[in-house]
């Protein structure tokens, strides 16, 4: 069986690192793909008027999974489609750290859970007077309960034992009651334990004790900003994968930008987009091959060619060729 | 002349910590003050079904500024509505590592400044339909340029360098377009230098490099959560004293809660009470006392007795005699 996957690198380093995670994939002998590349981002933007083309879309939309590199100042204009072409109801972003690399806190595992189709992302925005303006911030019951199971399962699957709700029904008691009640009916439903926190109080935990964590089932907004702080704390965006998840799509990505200061280079780290594929490689079924891919990165990154990001000065091709050689 | 202060202790360690903090103002020759006590709180709603009596509410409203502890599972019934009270339009958070005590990052002094009146905080929520809710964001050119004067102003007169205005308008292209504009363009009337950061990015660059920021203006609920996050980065809420400041008005308060852990032990951190105290004496314009209570507060966080949370086995009253010691 051959998986069609959508390919699209996007800007900047987007066009070094997807490449990159292209070959690992292509490394694994078990699986067979046919990689289709499409193009978004400021660069078709720029020459024909769009960020994310309709064939772009169709690609997406047809594929069995899509590898999104970056986009630069359209990423907005870019990602937020391409999260709904593929049904994203589910933004997965792992924030591990690595042993022998610098971080802020190395001692961390935390897997985030981000509801992927509303909050403030819903774009219901108006300028109702001049000077005056709204963003309207849709919670439904159901988009709750559909995270938090998803969530659930998750750390069941994974073998997390903490899981934490984040909220701040304190303030928006409707909306983020709604949030905290579905998703706390969920845990109670399975008899499975878990925390809830305001999402304030959770920053701060988070800096301090991150080991107490382990998934970390959020609103839309408060999962974009957790799972950056958590970034911050296992050494920056560039370890940190990212899987959208559908009902019968998906979309894998680096956490990070397309980092133009370094662009062109050949110098940006490929790890994240490298996780990404085994995340994709997870979703297809193929656990075994993604562990196998998570291994191999976590060796490099222990003891081989590194990036300047982490202090040394290997190329892309080097730390992705070393990777291949791992597996 | 003789200032008069509301005291509001509240519950939980605010009752320990809020006398602590009006001895120290007590203990300052040059500043007359009469202390008005009023209730707040779980055990005034527990005994008249309000958690911010009408009475409480008036003695605020009178007074030159108000001292406030901390409340339990009413916080949000008792400080929004006081803050609406004394008319606070900025939530100032310092956030500063001291030498001497452990901390993620010990190189941090960064203040927030919060918009304080508007965000999802207006409370305009509804259920439009059974199980879908809406949270009304409302931001506006008004508030926005007002918190911007009012951090690049607080930046000018206490020597930050670096201000960042944040946002996150690349999802909420109205509300915080408007935002970001509003507060930019305060900035450049001023000819002022400022650099402006997507809050999602700034929850990572604030954990990873603390030491590049000064002064950050930032949207309601944003501030809520980046000012946590950095009092993970200095040690914990014990240290972080706020103010609220309005246009004939203030209330002070630690950034912390009610501990309802350790209440009634008498072995909660004063400092950041005493902390806030100081910010009220900067802001009735004795900003030398208020500097001399900060240098009391250093002094013993570093060579004085410490409370348990700081690894000490001091009481609440002998960090405070040890303070006024200083003074
Ligand atoms: C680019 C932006 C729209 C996006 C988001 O807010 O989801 C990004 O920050 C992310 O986390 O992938
Ligand atoms: C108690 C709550 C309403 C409050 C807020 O969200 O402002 C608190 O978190 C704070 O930061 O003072």
Redesign the pocket.
């Known amino acids: 069986m051959t998986h069609e996957i959508a390919v699209i690198p996007g800007d900047g380093i987007g066009q070094e690192v997807t490449p990159a995670a292209v070959e690992v994939l292509e490394a694994i002998d078990a699986v067979d793909f046919d990689f289709i590349e499409g193009e978004a981002g400021d660069a078709v933007k720029a020459e024909t008027g769009e960020a994310l083309p309709e064939e772009t879309r169709e690609l997406a939309a047809d594929a069995d999974a899509t590898l999104f590199g970056a986009a630069g100042e359209t990423a907005a204009e870019v990602i937020l489609p391409l999260r709904q072409v593929v049904g994203s109801f589910a933004n997965v972003r792992p924030a591990r750290s690595y042993p022998g690399l610098d971080a802020v806190q190395p001692d961390t595992d935390i897997v985030f859970i981000r509801e992927n189709t509303e909050g403030v992302y819903k774009g219901i925005e108006s300028e109702i007077s001049e000077g005056v303006t709204t963003c309207t911030r849709v919670i439904t019951e159901d988009a709750s309960e559909k995270i938090a199971e998803y969530g659930f399962s998750y750390a069941k699957q994974n073998g997390y034992d903490d899981v934490t709700i984040a909220h701040?029904a304190?303030?928006m008691r409707t909306t983020d009651g709604l949030f905290l009640g579905a998703a706390s009916a969920v845990g109670d439903d399975r008899g499975a334990s878990y925390d809830t926190a305001?999402m304030?109080a959770l920053a701060m935990h988070l800096v301090m004790n991150p080991q107490d964590y382990g998934v970390v089932i959020c609103p839309n907004l408060a999962g974009d900003m957790l799972s950056d702080l958590a970034a911050g704390l296992v050494g920056g965006l560039g370890l940190l994968p990212s899987a959208n998840i559908g009902e019968d799509n998906a979309l894998f990505e680096p956490v990070h930008g397309s980092a133009p200061d370094i662009a062109g280079e050949g110098i940006a780290n490929p790890s994240a987009m490298i996780l990404s594929a085994a995340m994709l490689l997870d979703h297809l079924g193929y656990d075994e091959q993604g562990d196998a891919v998570r291994t191999a990165v976590e060796t490099v990154l222990d003891s081989g060619p590194r990036t300047p990001d982490l202090g040394g000065d290997a190329s892309t091709d080097a730390v992705t060729a070393a990777v291949i050689d791992e597996l």
Chains 1, 2 share one sequence.
């Open positions: 701040k304190n303030v305001l304030d």
